[in-house]
């Protein structure tokens, strides 16, 4: 077996980071203001999203000369955690998504026009999945085909993360026998081309992408090897946001369910004094510290500039079943409370399940990762 | 670095050299599993090598029998007999507790008698902490010690009994917590004493471990007279001084005189385990169910050494900082326990197999493993009072 790095380290800057990041979220993101936002069709608070943008944290793993302030998606992962934590909404990852893909990708001429707008608040999101389901990016259906000085989208994409704000859709094609990537503006969207999906977490908006009949011109389409290192940036951009998000998540609902057995009576005494729900809690802090850890790990491996294929997988295995497993024991620990719309724990587990399936869920990376780690 | 270069070579070459040759009988996981005096002989008898080579306590002050070098020296020998996979040092307590401690807060004449004799392996230690009523309440203990000083000296007379003592049918001396003060319930009226085995009074009874095997003994004091001098620090500094040994114990002060401390059996074996096993005429590794459950408990166990890393930076475990330390053992300990209960599975009909039968995978060690893991799921504390810990004084839950 390959022997497995195992640095963390943490800037000041990082810290600094962490701590504005967390009160911001605490402060912008109480469960009254989740829950006033899952029912309104925007799905986010725009004065939220523009502070965001004020704060500089959109452009963080943007280069200076593009707009940003030229850190890595590792220090990304430091906001990502308590955004999860307080189940803030936004279309922070779907933009960060997006940034890491035109920069991974994009042409000079389309990275200047649209990062510095990105960082500017400019809502993107990138359109990668299909009906099928599949999590390899590489085979998409939907296609381009080119026309002389342009090309021709044909077939549709499924779960868009927050496509109705975004002003780019990052969108993956089949293009000449290879996967290829088209930059398209929502501008030349045509009328009813995104329709809202129900998706498990209510605290996204997911959108059906319908492809047929748009042209564009042939310069939106990237090719070749900077359309793959465009999908893994992006892959790898998912697994790291959801990873960060989905320990933050878990910190939160064991908070929350640790509140309610601190407050909560039955036969006499706090529920939180029977050893059966707090034996419960001390195994999701044991997966809680384990999955921080891969994360801190992961995003000290991007930082570096090195490859965190593995430590990556392992993080959103990790997190992604630890967020769900938190929900489940969160609900089922509230008792009869649990089971209702209005206890929070809902809302985590929720969340976990749609985190845990984005991207890949956990026994998919497994699989890639007995591959990656057993290979002769 | 040159120098560190040559070093390690050196070490490479006189491991390759030197270790003894592999014995017809499976030899113990750690000090605790020493059941026969043939494991025992042959583990002392590689410390005594290991420490005249100059390989043992290399840190230690030269006054005393150590090596006077810097710690990088020890560093590089640890690597190497890890790598090497040579024999653990069996006199562990005296080592890696009982040596700093003494190197820490010990007499200059308890430093001049007993470190020396701690790393050639002639004299080896026990501890007498645990007794058979108090389980893992350490600060109950009720074993007496009074000081009498008459005709024939200045001593301490030993009552009550101590549990599982391992290596105690083979130590010269104990760490000895024990009650000086009857009046003071808990902590206060505990002392801390150095104590020879072989004083009167003393007997032992070996325990017989799940696993057949011997290892730790009950150890007896009836009327033990034992020297006054051998009082580490004052009366009723023993708790004190207990938990400065736990943290030598848990290796979270340093200061230890090195070697390895126990047979090395992990993920990275288990996976090599898959390797060689077959199902259905292939390699078990092949498996998908093997490799998803073998890829499970390498992100578990990959996550615990990560927290170990993360625990060093308090910016990321600011939220709680006892979290990683007092979920430490509870994490790691059940990890192991279910990675061999996992590594069954993939021997097939051969899993049926024990100890001592000559077509045992691997001699059994993977069966012995198992049952043993349990030593670390019970002691120091059960799993389950871990998990109140952690409830309690991570996650600030209620008391039962």
């Known amino acids: 077996m390959r ?10 800057e990082q810290a600094m980071l962490l701590e504005s990041a967390t009160s911001f979220c605490r402060e912008r993101s109480p469960s009254a203001a989740v829950r006033s936002l899952l029912h309104a069709e925007s799905g986010f608070d725009a004065g939220v999203w523009a502070q965001i943008a004020e704060l500089g944290w959109l452009g963080i793993a943007v280069p200076e000369a593009l707009g940003g302030s030229g850190l890595s998606l590792g220090h990304a992962a430091v906001i990502a955690e308590p955004m999860g934590r307080h189940l803030l909404a936004s279309p922070f990852t779907s933009s960060q998504l997006c940034s890491q893909g035109l920069l991974a990708g994009a042409s000079a001429a389309q990275q200047a026009l649209w990062l510095p707008r990105l960082c500017q608040g400019t809502v993107a999101s990138v359109a990668l999945f299909e009906d099928e389901g599949s999590w390899d990016l590489t085979r998409p259906q939907a296609s381009a085909q ?13 779960l868009v993360t927050d496509a109705a704000a975004a002003e780019l859709l990052l969108v993956s094609v089949w293009h000449d026998g290879a996967p290829a990537l088209v930059l398209l503006p929502c501008t030349d969207l045509p009328a009813h081309a995104l329709q809202r999906e129900v998706v498990i977490d209510e605290t996204q908006r997911c959108y059906r992408l319908a492809l047929d009949g748009i042209t564009l011109p042939a310069e939106a389409l990237i090719t070749g090897e900077a359309a793959l290192a465009a999908l893994q940036a992006m892959r790898e951009a998912a697994w790291l946001l959801a990873s960060a998000s989905a320990a933050g998540g878990l910190a939160g609902v064991l908070d929350v369910t640790v509140d309610y057995l601190n407050t909560r009576s039955a036969f006499g005494r706090k529920i939180g004094s029977y050893q059966a729900l707090k034996h419960g809690c001390a195994e999701l802090l044991c997966t809680l510290e384990r999955a921080r850890s891969h994360v801190a790990h992961a995003a000290s ?9 593995v430590a990556l997988r392992m993080a959103k295995a990790e997190a992604g079943d630890g967020l769900v497993q938190g929900g489940d024991r969160g609900v089922q620990f509230h008792g009869g409370f649990g089971f209702t719309y209005d206890c929070d724990a809902q809302l985590y587990l929720r969340r976990g399940l749609w985190l845990q399936a984005w991207f890949g869920d956990a026994a998919h990376q497994r699989s890639r990762l007995a591959e990656l780690l057993f290979a002769a | 670095m040159q120098d560190l270069d040559e070093f390690r070579q050196q070490v490479s070459d006189w491991l390759r050299a030197n270790r003894p040759t592999e014995p017809d009988f499976l030899l113990p996981e750690s000090f605790m599993e020493v059941g026969s005096d043939a494991q025992f002989n042959y583990l002392r008898d590689w410390q005594r090598k290991v420490y005249e080579a100059g390989y043992l306590g290399m840190t230690w002050p030269a006054a005393y029998g150590g090596g006077g070098k810097p710690q990088v020296y020890q560093d590089i020998v640890n690597a190497e007999m890890a790598r090497q996979k040579v024999p653990f040092v069996p006199n562990t307590i005296g080592l890696s507790w009982a040596g700093p401690l003494i190197l820490e807060i010990g007499s200059e004449a308890q430093k001049q008698r007993y470190i020396r004799g701690m790393l050639s392996g002639d004299e080896i230690w026990c501890q007498g902490f645990s007794e058979p009523d108090q389980g893992s309440d350490l600060a109950n203990c009720q074993t007496r010690a009074v000081r009498v000083a008459d005709s024939s000296g200045d001593h301490y007379l030993i009552n009550g009994a101590k549990i599982w003592t391992s290596l105690g049918q083979y130590a010269k001396y104990m760490i000895l917590l024990a009650r000086t003060n009857p009046q003071e319930k808990r902590y206060a009226g505990l002392s801390y004493f150095l104590i020879p085995m072989d004083a009167p009074g003393i007997s032992t009874r070996p325990i017989r471990k799940l696993t057949g095997e011997y290892g730790f003994t009950q150890t007896f004091f009836d009327n033990a007279r034992v020297p006054a001098d051998g009082l580490m620090g004052r009366e009723g500094e023993g708790w004190q001084i207990a938990m400065k040994t736990l943290t030598f114990e848990r290796g979270a002060a340093g200061g230890q005189a090195g070697g390895l401390n126990r047979m090395h059996l992990g993920i990275e074996d288990l996976v090599e385990l898959a390797r060689r096993s077959k199902r259905d005429g292939e390699p078990a590794i092949n498996d998908p169910l093997v490799r998803d459950q073998l890829v499970r408990f390498i992100i578990e166990a990959q996550g615990d050494r990560l927290c170990g890393a993360r625990a060093r930076l308090p910016a990321l475990c600011s939220e709680r900082p006892d979290a990683i330390p007092l979920s430490n053992k509870l994490r790691v300990t059940e990890h192991a326990r279910r990675m061999f209960q996992f590594s069954s599975s993939l021997q097939g009909a051969n899993a049926a197999r024990w100890v001592g039968d000559a077509q045992a995978v691997d001699g059994g060690k993977w069966q012995r493993g198992y049952f043993n893991s349990f030593s670390a799921t019970i002691g120091g504390g059960p799993s389950q009072i871990q998990a ?6 991570v996650l600030g839950l209620p008391k039962d």
């Open chain 1, 3 to 12: 022997p497995l790095d195992t640095r963390i380290h943490f800037s000041d």
């Open chain 1, 301 to 309: 491996l991007l930082i570096d500039g090195l490859d965190a294929e």
């Open chain 1, 146 to 158: 080119t026309q002389g000085a342009s090309i021709r989208l044909h077939g549709h994409k499924t």
């Open chain 2, 388 to 393: 109140n810990i952690v409830g309690e004084r």
